[in-house]
Every structure is written in structure tokens, then in C-alpha cells.
């Protein structure tokens, strides 16, 4: 199973960090490549999307897959990482769920010569050489174009036409990447125009029932929301139930900006219960056995690996739907 390239690891050194090495260990070089991935749960429509895509690409890729589900949960992701390390297998995936404390596992795998690769969501370290790369999205640019199709629409959205555009933001999971990004590249676009202004914003963990049961509190305690700036579909799908079970028409008496655009956000866009849908693609599972190929194989693989993405109004929804994968 262990690939041993330690020579050419060695060559290639230079533009690399040395986690990136594959394992020391002689072994069996049969060719094939054992990778254990720790994935984050299965709360929304995109994460569902992205373990399928995980595990038919390795399945293509003939890269055997070890698959832990942490249920959201960061201490279950440190001990899948811990269990990988232990049968030695040849290179380590995760999406972290949430950005710090990952530096202790990090160097255990580092001192076990077991290459890292981050996908989906990244971690906060001063310290690089934990991992070799990370594939994913660019967060931040997402919260931007949600901002930026506000700031644009802002005048339509002021449903009550009272000058002001009250927002109201389902946050993601509690200190992840996405969460964090898309409340900042929001906020840095809308800070631009004084008649748009957040008035409440609490997490609903990326659910669809956290979405739901924090717009139904928002619905009591918010007195004018024009505005849900959900921070994934699923949650802004949730919000949609509470919209509508208080009476409300979601899209038109108060517009929708969510994030993602899997199936079901897309259908309700389309629909014209969502207003605008920023991108954000789970398909990552054939860059990421790409990448585990080539750092086995001691090759150089670049620091950053970003997705494009666009975004889709209703009517380039109901154009997309036909052929959308997830
Ligand atoms: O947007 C959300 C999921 O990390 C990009 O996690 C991912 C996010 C995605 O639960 O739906």
C-alpha cells in the first residue's frame, strides 16, 4: 500500500513543505493509495453533494477511502484524523469544521510523515507546514456578491419603501470558515450603502431546521425585516417555512439572498421564493484525489486551489436546473 518516494521527495524539497513528503515506511508498492477523510457531517444539501462526489472520485481514481462523518462536531474530526494516523495511511483529507485548535493533531500527523490536504473549509494557523494545500472556495469573494446583488437591488428590496433595508443573516456553523468569510465579504459591501444595515444575525448551523427556528425568533423579535441573508440554501429553505407559516409571501414580502446553489435552493429560486444565489460548488472530489495522487508521489501541488464560481437570479435559474448536478 505505502508508496516510498523518499528520493524524490527529497528532490523536490525545495517548493515544498516537508508534510508534503508521502510516507516513509517501506511497503507493498502495489500503486495504490490509502486516503482517510474526515468530512464535517451531512447538514445540508451541499455537504451530501460533496461526500458523493468524494467517494465516486476515489472509487474513479482507484484511491482506497477510509470516510468518517463527524456530525459537526470538531472533537470527532480529531479522532478520525488520530485513527487514520494510526493505520498509516498515505495521505490525509479533511474539511475542518470549524477554523482553530487544530494545530496538536496537525503535528502528529506531521510527525508520522502523513501528508494533509484541506478542502472545503480551511484552518487558522500560523504554522503552514501542517498542510500541503487547500482546495475550496473563496468565502469571502461569495459574501461580496451577496452584498454587492443587495447594494444593487437595494431600492426593489426596500420592501416597505421606507428608505431603509433591514437585513436580517442566518449565520453558518459557529466559528467555520464560511461563516466567518460570508459575514465579512457581506458586511465589507454593504457598509457602502448607509440605507442597508443588519438588524439581527444569529447562527442556524447550516440546517434547514436552524434556519427555521432562528427566522421564526427573528419573526417575533425584529419588527421590519425586508431581508434574509441565509449564509447557506438550506437554512434560507428553513426560513422560507417561517415565512410562509407567518403569513408571509418569502421573495416578495421579504427577498431572499442565500448561498450555495444546490438543487433545492435553485428549484425555490427558481420559483421566485429566493431572490439571488451566490455559487459555492461541493464538487471537489476529483481535484482532491488529483492533488493526493500527486503529493504520494512526492510531486509539487500549488499552496491554493480555488473554485469558480458565478451566481444565478431566478430567471438563469430555471435555465441552469435542467443540467445542475447536485
Ligand atoms: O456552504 C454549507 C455546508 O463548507 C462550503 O458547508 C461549505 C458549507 C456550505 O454545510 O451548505
Redesign the pocket.
Known amino acids: 500500500m505505502k508508496k516510498t518516494l523518499t528520493a524524490l521527495c527529497a528532490l523536490a524539497l525545495g517548493g515544498m513543505s516537508l508534510s508534503a513528503c508521502g510516507s516513509s515506511e517501506e511497503g507493498a508498492d502495489d500503486g495504490s493509495i490509502t486516503m482517510g477523510f474526515a468530512q ?1 457531517g451531512a ?5 451530501t453533494a460533496n461526500t458523493t462526489s468524494i467517494q465516486e472520485s476515489a472509487k474513479e481514481a482507484g484511491i482506497d477511502l477510509k470516510f468518517s462523518d463527524a456530525q459537526q462536531k470538531q472533537e470527532n474530526q480529531i479522532k478520525s484524523i488520530r485513527s487514520y494516523i494510526q493505520q498509516k495511511v498515505d495521505v490525509i483529507a479533511f ?1 475542518p469544521v470549524v477554523e482553530t485548535g487544530w494545530d496538536a493533531v496537525l503535528q502528529e500527523a506531521k510527525r508520522a510523515k502523513i501528508p494533509v490536504v484541506l478542502t ?2 480551511a484552518v487558522d494557523t500560523e504554522d503552514t507546514s501542517l498542510y500541503v494545500t487547500f482546495i ?2 473563496d ?1 469571502v469573494e461569495e459574501g461580496e456578491k451577496a452584498g454587492q446583488w443587495l447594494v444593487d437591488n437595494a431600492e426593489a428590496s426596500d420592501v416597505d419603501k421606507d428608505g431603509a433595508v433591514n437585513v436580517v443573516e442566518l449565520q ?1 456553523t459557529t466559528g ?3 461563516a466567518l468569510d460570508r459575514k465579512k465579504g457581506f458586511e465589507d459591501v454593504i457598509s457602502s450603502d448607509s440605507k442597508i444595515k443588519i438588524t439581527a444575525s444569529q447562527t442556524g448551523d ?1 440546517t434547514r431546521d436552524g434556519g427555521k427556528q432562528v427566522m421564526e425568533a427573528f419573526l417575533q423579535s425584529t419588527p421590519k425585516i425586508d431581508v434574509v441573508y441565509a ?4 437554512m434560507g429553505l428553513g426560513a422560507i417555512e417561517a415565512i410562509k407559516a407567518a403569513g408571509k409571501k418569502p421573495g416578495t414580502d421579504i427577498k431572499i439572498i442565500t ?2 446553489a444546490v438543487k433545492d435552493g435553485m428549484t425555490a429560486l427558481a420559483a421566485g421564493e429566493i431572490n439571488f444565489i451566490v455559487e ?1 460548488s ?1 464538487l471537489l472530489g476529483e481535484q482532491l484525489m488529483d492533488v493526493a495522487e500527486k503529493v504520494v508521489a512526492g510531486e509539487e501541488v500549488p499552496d491554493l486551489i480555488v473554485t469558480e464560481e458565478t451566481t444565478f437570479t431566478p430567471e438563469q435559474a430555471a435555465e441552469a436546473l435542467p443540467d445542475r448536478k447536485y
Open positions: 464535517v447538514e445540508s444539501g451541499w455537504r474539511s472545503d473549509r475550496g472556495s468565502f453558518g467555520s470558515a464560511p447550516f449564509h447557506n440554501d438550506d448561498v450555495d459555492c461541493p
